[in-house]
């Protein structure tokens, strides 16, 4: 199966698993529901999960088990795009194409929704269907609690709205919010799949820690050269509020070398693997040459 088949495989079956665990009617505020359906199901590249299901296939994991986990990883992406598009935010009416939560419902409920989702994901993963041992359900938790908080996501997103009032960020400051607020959740997922096989973590934790800075820089790359329409989502937003990005502090050609040597970087690491990592090495090559 090719990357792009094996990508699709998984955002369809991650589809599936959060449609059966988020049903219309299971849960007593229907509107909160309603909503948390509407930021989790439908589009997204399910790009982390597939990292959670391709990091646990490498140590013959039950594939239901990591999906259960790529799911949980999941809410918790889904709330932090439903948080930071609120107007005390990033104030984005656009996301995956259509529009934000609070857009379509409004900001009370896209905060109680983005709440919940990040709650319901560790109610996912203390499940006895997402790994039979207490000890392994433990150790996930413990890790995504880390990668989703204050040493984590939101650490990131907290320096990033103090860098809106502040000038003079360097490189070092970027690659530190970025490490915290995008890195954290692709070293989760990476981790995620050896927690799941009883395995050492470390050499994907070094391959996560460089895909997930690769993905800022493609990030930034695409807010200049893209459009909204083939986004999804508004672009140029750090320059409007004057925040530096990799393009501005490298430049674009050194910005595109950078995220291309950081490719090479992490399929290295996982050199232990054999051709059994080829997959991730493929998703290492999108993540910076993806066209949204």
Known sequence: MSFQQALGATAAEIDTLLDQLLPPDAFP??????????????????LRPFLVVESAALFAVPRQQALRTGAALECVHCYSLVHD?????????????????HKAFDEATAILAGD????????????????????VRLKLVASLAKAAGVA???????????????TGAGLSDIVLIQSLKTGALFRH????????GGADPAPLLRYAEKIG???????????????????GK???????????????????TEAKARAAALVDE?????????????????AARFIVERRK
Not at 36 to 46: C, D, I, V
Not at 116 to 135: K, M, N, V
Not at 213 to 231: G, K, R
Not at 241 to 249: E, N, Y
Request: aromatic residues 4%; hydrophobic residues 45%.
């Open 266 to 282: 992490a399929t290295a690491s996982l050199a232990v693997y054999g051709d059994r990592a080829a997959v991730l090495n493929e």
């Open 213 to 231: 800075l690769a993905f800022q820089i493609a990030d930034d790359i695409l807010d200049v050269e893209s459009t909204p329409d083939a986004l």
């Open 85 to 101: 598009d609120l107007p005390a935010m990033d104030d984005d009416d656009l996301r995956r194409g259509k529009p934000t939560a």
């Open 189 to 196: 997922a990476c981790e995620a799949g050896a927690i799941l």
């Open 152 to 166: 984590g996501m939101v650490g990131g997103q907290a320096l990033d709205i103090e860098a809106e009032t502040r």
């Open 116 to 135: 919940a989702l990040l709650t319901y994901a560790f109610d996912i993963l203390s499940g006895p269907e997402t790994h039979p041992d207490p000890g």
């Open 29 to 46: 505020a229907p509107r909160v529901t309603a909503a948390m359906r509407y930021a989790a199901l439908g589009q997204g590249k399910r």
């Open 234 to 252: 508004a672009t140029q937003k750090d320059k409007g509020m004057g925040k530096a990005t990799f393009v501005d502090l490298l430049g674009m």
